[in-house]
Nanobody, 115 residues
Framework: QVQLVESGGGLVQAGGSLRLSCAASGSIFGLNVMGWYRQASGKQRELVASISSGGNTNYADSVKGRFTISRDNAKNTVYLQMNSLKPEDTAVYYC?????????WGQGTQVTVSS
């Protein structure tokens, strides 16, 4: 089993920045992929960004150039630096990890961007 704990969400004005963190614990394999998804009210959950244990990254087109995903493998922690936030970035942000073929999710953290 793997547990994920997210932190760093909150309320910010448009143009501002937030940094999300997600710490994984439990039985974690060295080769894994961690990522951030988001779900806005009334919409489907969508990928924001992902990063492999080797450092390969993938971003949604809507956040390229504004968001940066990174990770600390020693701490099993993934980060999402969000800059130039827009009201349309408002959502619950979920962290996940693909570990040994199994997908685990965090509980989510709310990000609200006011105009």
């Amino acid at each position: 089993q793997v547990q994920l704990v997210e932190s760093g969400g909150g309320l910010v004005q448009a143009g501002g920045s937030l940094r999300l963190s997600c710490a994984a614990s439990g039985s974690i394999f060295g080769l894994n992929v961690m990522g951030w998804y988001r779900q806005a009210s009334g919409k489907q959950r969508e990928l924001v960004a992902s990063i492999s244990s080797g450092g390969n990254t993938n971003y949604a087109d809507s956040v390229k150039g504004r968001f940066t995903i990174s990770r600390d493998n020693a701490k099993n922690t993934v980060y999402l630096q969000m800059n130039s936030l827009k009201p349309e970035d408002t959502a619950v942000y979920y962290c996940n990890i693909l570990n040994r073929g199994y997908l685990f999710w965090g509980q989510g953290t709310q990000v609200t961007v006011s105009s």
